[in-house]
């Protein structure tokens, strides 16, 4: 079975402050796929990062980038210069190349970033 | 592109009334399709697995009878709450995998948020 653990439930930031989510996550497959998704006040699920379990280069798009190290199986995302439209819930979420390919979600950290 | 609708968005009815969901993939095929629904400040949990022209499979302790799913084309899967009841009341989200990009990424509907009286 698959775990994705999001211990961070709410941080607060103020802006142009830097924060960093944290996800860890448990799997026993060796081929699987870690995102990222924004859920915004109105609830909308926007995607945000895929990778597969074979590709650990960190990426970068803009002020956001993360941070894929298998050894301690974590998929940490930082914001850089946080603005106040990044408040949101992240979530992590983990899907494994067999079976359904269903997503496992974390329970998702609460993002407010003060003006 | 990857664009996914859900209608309504929002719907109130009364007890023991029935509720059709409605996803749709406006721009690309999907075989697949994931019904999920959230609680107040709470994670997506799947409910179920929707493939083209078959039955669904529903995750451990989704009642079937009561959440119908239908999977009829490859831009459209529906689910109806059968007898909601208050319990039901939820955000219910879909997802949809794009067939010809053969990746895992899901695409989720805006959700459609269920209050039953």
């Known amino acids: 079975a698959q775990k994705v653990t999001q211990a961070q439930t709410e941080i607060s930031v103020v802006e142009k402050e830097d924060v960093t989510l944290d996800c860890v996550y448990e799997?026993?497959?060796?081929?699987?796929?870690l995102f990222w998704y924004k859920q915004p006040p109105s609830g909308e699920l926007v995607f945000l990062i895929r990778r597969n379990s074979f590709d650990e280069q960190n990426e970068i798009s803009g002020r956001y980038s993360w941070n894929f190290q298998k050894s301690t199986s974590s998929f940490n995302f930082t914001i850089t210069a946080s603005q106040v439209v990044d408040s949101a819930v992240y979530f992590c979420?983990?899907?494994?190349?067999?079976?359904?390919?269903?997503?496992?979600f974390g329970s998702g950290t609460r993002l407010q970033v003060q003006p | 592109g990857a664009v996914v609708s859900q209608h309504p968005s929002w719907v109130i009815c009364k007890s023991g009334t029935s509720v059709k969901i409605e996803c749709r993939s406006l721009?690309?095929?999907?075989?697949?399709m994931f019904w999920y629904r959230q609680f107040p400040k709470q994670s997506l949990m799947l409910m179920a697995t929707s493939n083209e022209g078959s039955k669904a499979t529903y995750e451990q302790g989704v009642e079937k009878d009561k959440f119908l799913i239908n999977h009829a084309s490859l831009t459209l899967s529906t689910l109806t709450v059968t007898s909601a009841h208050p319990e039901d009341s939820s955000f219910y989200i879909c997802s949809a995998q794009d067939r010809d990009r053969g990746t895992d990424t899901q695409y989720f509907g805006p959700g459609t948020r269920l209050t039953v009286l």
């Open positions: 799997t026993r497959d060796t081929t699987y796929y």
């Open positions: 979420a983990l899907s494994v190349n067999t079976g359904r390919r269903a997503l496992t």
């Open positions: 721009d690309f095929q999907a075989t697949t």
